[in-house]
């Protein structure tokens, strides 16, 4: 059986992505590892 996606999203992901950058801290470009900065 194929794993398929449990909710259709439609459309608005370029706004998304637009609002998820705005977040984004101004030096985020030049971050290295990501994910060293998490705590998980």
Request: zero cysteines; aromatic letters at 10%; proline letters at 5%.
């Amino acid at each position: 059986m194929k794993a398929k996606p449990f909710i259709k999203w439609v459309g608005g992901k370029g706004q998304l992505i637009e609002q998820l950058e705005a977040m984004l801290p101004a030096d985020f470009d030049n971050w290295e590892n990501v994910t060293d900065t998490i705590n998980v």
